[in-house]
């Protein structure tokens, strides 16, 4: 099951991405990002990812986004019943903010669609302007439901460096960010180190994914843009 619970949470807390010119977050109605995981040891696709921008909602704050995600095994199938649906605020100022616990109990209520599940947790930020040097605020969240505890924090979250980059979907100047996850629940640890590739305009270009010895395990990299 926990298994399930992480391949979901990545869908919440993992990717980031933007479309807009004062922030990191797609504004975009209609946009779909595609993505490809790979296993770095072997070259192997982990899973394909597409995020789905499905409506953006302007207010006097800023704007709400509402976008969804999903999971396809390297044979294309899907590997949920529905896309997860997430949202995310972009303030006035370009800052973007989601909300950790309330994207985890959109997970878990698609594991448990009847059960009643609650959360606490604070906000993660992604700020307008980023710099090398940086640091940026930690975020935590806990879920409760049907007797399982999962939390979850992230820390140690600085900007590293500025790099220009290539993938399939073309070449993009970003600005590199890097943190620490926690996840932990009865029965179930995971500690990893994540490295994200942000280009302005646009969001995430790659993510990597390091195990709690700082080995590469997996790279995510933007395929297409449409």
């Given at each position: ?12 807390a ?29 070259g192997?696709?982990?899973?394909y ?11 006097l ?16 199938k ?17 800052t973007?903010?989601?909300?950790l ?47 399982i505890?999962?939390t979850?924090s ?35 640890s995971?500690?990893?180190?994540a490295?994200t590739?942000y ?12 195990d709690?010895?700082?080995?590469l395990?997996t ?8």
């Amino acid at each position: 099951m926990f298994k399930r619970i992480f391949l979901l949470l990545l869908l919440a807390a993992v990717t980031v991405c933007g479309h807009c010119a004062d922030s990191w977050f797609m504004t975009t109605q209609g946009v779909v990002l595609s993505y490809v995981r790979r296993n770095v040891g072997d070259g192997t696709v982990k899973w394909y990812h597409d995020m789905t921008f499905e409506k953006v909602e302007e207010n006097l704050s800023g704007k709400d986004v509402h976008y969804s995600s999903m999971l396809y095994k390297p044979n294309r199938k899907a590997m949920l019943k529905a896309p997860v649906g997430l949202r995310a605020q972009v303030a006035a100022d370009g800052t973007v903010r989601m909300d950790l616990a309330s994207s985890m109990k959109a997970v878990f209520a698609s594991l448990f669609p009847n059960a009643v599940i609650s959360t606490t947790g604070g906000i993660t930020t992604l700020p307008s302007v980023m710099e090398p040097g940086d640091r940026l605020a930690d975020a935590s969240g806990t879920v409760k439901v049907r007797g399982i505890t999962y939390t979850v924090s992230v820390t140690d979250r600085k900007v590293l460096r500025n790099e220009k980059i290539t993938t399939p979907a073309g070449t993009f100047e970003c600005v590199v960010v890097s943190e620490h996850k926690e996840e932990k629940a009865v029965g179930y640890s995971r500690i990893t180190t994540a490295e994200t590739w942000y280009c302005r305009g646009y969001g995430m270009i790659r993510h990597d994914t390091y195990d709690r010895n700082m080995k590469l395990e997996t790279s995510e990299i933007l395929e297409s843009v449409r």
